[in-house]
């Protein structure tokens, strides 16, 4: 944790000297102002990229280990479980039906009764919770 906020400061402070640099150069007609902006569009680019994977990548990794506990006290079945594991994929329902061999009507009465025992009004709500118990990834 401690690694990853030091590599963020650095990183951020080199973007910050950079663009100060690049400034004076384009301030003194070093480099043209078409170098300028490309510069630092692809520099805020690759920065959004690398911030967005950071922030993305799992944090429990292999080695997770599910509250089956949460998952007893919730009364969650198996196929409760694999409509879930795919909705925390980003699965659309058809998809979900799909991958699943399930009608989209029924993954839809699974997604009820996942919003109902997990007391989310919406699908970010369910996976945000379910993440929090511990009982995905």
Do not use: C
Not at 5 to 22: D, N, Q, Y
Not at 47 to 63: F, H, M, Q, S
């Amino acid at each position: 944790m401690i690694r990853t906020v030091i590599t963020a400061g650095l990183v951020l402070a080199l973007g910050a000297f950079l663009l100060a640099w690049l400034e004076v150069q384009k301030a003194t007609r070093v480099i043209a102002p078409d170098v300028y902006v490309t510069v630092v569009a692809a520099l805020f680019a690759v920065g959004g990229i690398w911030l967005g994977w950071k922030i993305a990548t799992r944090r429990y990794g292999p080695d997770f280990i599910r509250n089956e506990a949460a998952v007893r006290s919730l009364g969650l079945t198996g196929q409760e479980m694999r409509v879930l594991a795919e909705l925390a994929s980003g699965h659309a329902n058809k998809e979900i039906a799909r991958t699943l061999g399930l009608s989209p009507n029924t993954v839809k009465t699974h997604l009820a009764h996942l919003f109902g025992k997990l007391e989310a009004g919406t699908r970010t709500e369910a996976v945000a919770r379910a993440r929090d118990l511990g009982i995905i990834p």
